[in-house]
Every structure is written in structure tokens, then in C-alpha cells.
């Protein structure tokens, strides 16, 4: 059980971590498990808190407590906190905020646009026009559902590539807050 992001280069899943904070060793009565939930003190050491871990060798600093019973509460996969919020946040950093396949598509958009501006100048010049007439509601109402989705406007900025107070100058009035 783990999480995949969408660029398919980060696999996601939550570790054990003991009392002396190093993570729990593989379950041998288990078959070797490395689920979280396995370090429950019956045939392992009991796990006295989790953390995030991804494939790629990254492991979050920050321990998260362990609630035996409940899954969800305890990953914070549903209601995206815990190891899960630390795992989002390690692939938002390692991969930067496009998935490989948007990036791909602007790419080729880009080029397209470029080769277009050669041989067709003027529908080149359309295509542009029709970026910039979708772009702007585009961007409302991708900033409204990343309020509506509990995102800070310091994270909106900084995905703008603007400061928290010019994200929230020209698009805070557009929100129903």
C-alpha cells in the first residue's frame, strides 16, 4: 500500500518508527512486511510513531503518531495531512510543480506555436490570441479550487511565481471567502 505521484518517479508509503526513532526493521514473522501497521508489538517491536518515505530514498524528518485501528487517521492520506502531506510536499519539491505530462504538453504546444509562426504566421498569431483570452479565467478558477482545497495564498504566490499579497491582489476578489 503506498501512493504513486503523477509523474510515476515517487512511490510513497509510511514507515514505522520506534521508540529510539530509527525505523522499524522488516517483520521477519511477517514474511518480511514493511507495512506500518505490522510493527504492533506482537511479533515485532511496537512502532511508537510513523513518518513518511518515498522510493526515492527521501525520508520525512517529522514523526506523526500512530493511531492503532485506523488507517486513515493515522496516514492522513483522506484528509491530506500526517505522512501524507509530508510525502505530497517531498514530490511538490523533488519535481517541481508540473507533472511530466503537462509539461510535455506545454512543450509541444510551444514548439508547435513556433513552427506554426514560419509557415502560417497569422494562425500562429490565433493560437496565441486564444491563450491569452483562456488563460485568465483559467487561472480563477484553478486559484478558486486551490482555496476551495485548503491551499494558502503564500502557496498560491509561490506557484505564480508571485508574492502571497500580489496572488491575493489579483485573484482574492474573484473568491467567494
Request: aromatic residues 6%; glycine residues 8%.
Amino acid at each position: 500500500m503506498g501512493w504513486m505521484d503523477e509523474s510515476g518517479r515517487h512511490e510513497g508509503r509510511v514507515v514505522a518508527v520506534l521508540a529510539d526513532g530509527l525505523e522499524a526493521a522488516p517483520v521477519a514473522a511477517l514474511d518480511g512486511s514493511t507495512y506500518w501497521w505490522d510493527s504492533d508489538g506482537t511479533v515485532s517491536e511496537r512502532a511508537a510513531a510513523v513518518k513518511a518515505a518515498c522510493c526515492c530514498g527521501w525520508r520525512a524528518a517529522d514523526t506523526h503518531p500512530v493511531v492503532w485501528g485506523d488507517v486513515e487517521a493515522t496516514e492522513g492520506e483522506h484528509t491530506r495531512t500526517g505522512p501524507f502531506a509530508d510525502w505530497e510536499y517531498h514530490v511538490t519539491t523533488a519535481e517541481g510543480l508540473l507533472p511530466h505530462d503537462v509539461e510535455e504538453m506545454l512543450t509541444a504546444l510551444q514548439d508547435r506555436i513556433g513552427e506554426l509562426s514560419h509557415t502560417r504566421p497569422v494562425t500562429a498569431l490565433r493560437a496565441v490570441a486564444r491563450l491569452q483570452d483562456t488563460l485568465p479565467a483559467l487561472a480563477i478558477e484553478t486559484v478558486r479550487h486551490a482555496r476551495t482545497s485548503l491551499v494558502t495564498w503564500e502557496a498560491i504566490g509561490a506557484a505564480l511565481g508571485c508574492t502571497r499579497q500580489s496572488a491575493h491582489e489579483r485573484y482574492g476578489r474573484h473568491m467567494k471567502e
